[in-house]
């Protein structure tokens, strides 16, 4: 009998020596298996990080608000109840930030300097920052209301998360006219693409921006929202790429030249009839700095004519006619909304007069269009357009 015990017994202990080697061996493949799961988590949260990390390095997306202020990972844009578009930037370590319109129908940044003679303005103080350069060259930039005079300094800039080490610019020491005073605005970004702006001899901030390869991809994009629709929500810039979520269908593209990145627009019609304007075609730029479509006053006259607004909105609700016009063969389409201008029971066109012969497609248009600008074949530049969202 004790014998027999003890062969339970062994028995036993050895099913349970067994057990025990057989719960190990299981953990042990649990515990591989988990570490193989976790280091596929890992390395998935690497590779994310750096897709993002690049990402962040080739495209910077600029939203568009309303009022905000500002931060250091970003620049918020005002809408300015639909006339003009602007955001904040930095100039100078420490960065002292400035609101600036994004121009892309002019090529040089200027901001107002300590003798600027607004009271009240944001003002740059070279002596504040540690990688100011002086320059100390004097320049004039001729507008329609007067000239912006000034002189050349040498700084960093940031635009939201982008740094440039050193850009030329202007310290603004007059104004061209009272009414730029009015303006929510302190200074201009000119958006140009030249290696050389043809006004100081400067190289644009954007022109350095792809120079030193701040953005990997040299295309920058604009999408506009209207004030009534967005809230604080404007639209956005994106330098290095563009936004799928921010148009329909494709873009149209289409080749352009000079210092203005200029192109032809033809025919004009409101509803169908045939204004007779741009029949042979007229040179135009997509001018982010305007708040109208501008043309020559004889073809403009005729565009308004055909229009018919009442200044008191009295047929407002009866215009059903969209205006048309075609670029690069494609037909380009202006409902009501977007052509006519309702503020304080008043309404007009924004079709207005320009001071030359060349057209600008302002915001109205850009609201209507996300636009791009692409820079990746050298010697040209494409303008693509497609509908906004």
Known sequence: MKNISWSINTVLALELQHSIIKFKKKNRRKRETMSISLRFIVAGLILFLVSRYATCQAIMRIPLKTKTLWNKDDVSLTNDNDNTYFG???????????????????????????????????????????????????????????????????????????????????????????????????????????????????????????????????????????????????????????DQEHFTGAHTYVDAEGPHNTFKINSFLVGKIDTKVCSKGCKVLVDSGSTYIRGPPNLIVKINKQIGIAADCSNYDKLSEVISFTIAAKTFTLTPRDYIERKNGKCKSVFADAKSDLWQLGTPFIRAFHTVWDYQTPGIVKVGFAKSK
């Open 88 to 242: 904040q930037i930095t100039v100078g370590t420490p960065g002292q930030p400035f609101n600036v319109l994004f121009d892309t129908g002019s090529f040089d940044l200027w901001v107002p300097s300590l003798k600027w003679p607004k009271p009240g303005s944001k003002r740059y103080r070279s002596s504040a920052s540690k990688t100011y350069k002086p320059n100390g060259t004097k320049k004039e930039i001729r507008y329609g209301s007067g000239s912006l005079k000034g002189f050349m300094s040498n700084d960093a800039v940031e635009i939201g998360g982008l740094r440039i080490k050193q850009q030329a610019f202007i310290e603004a020491t007059e104004a061209p006219g009272r009414r730029i005073y009015e303006r929510p605005w302190d200074g201009i970004f000119g958006l140009s693409g030249l290696s050389k702006s043809t006004i100081t001899g400067a190289r644009p901030i954007w022109r350095t921006m792809m120079d030193e390869g701040v953005v990997t991809k040299k295309v920058f994009s604009i999408w506009l929202r209207r004030y009534s629709d967005s809230g604080e929500n404007g639209g956005e810039i994106v330098f290095g790429g563009i």
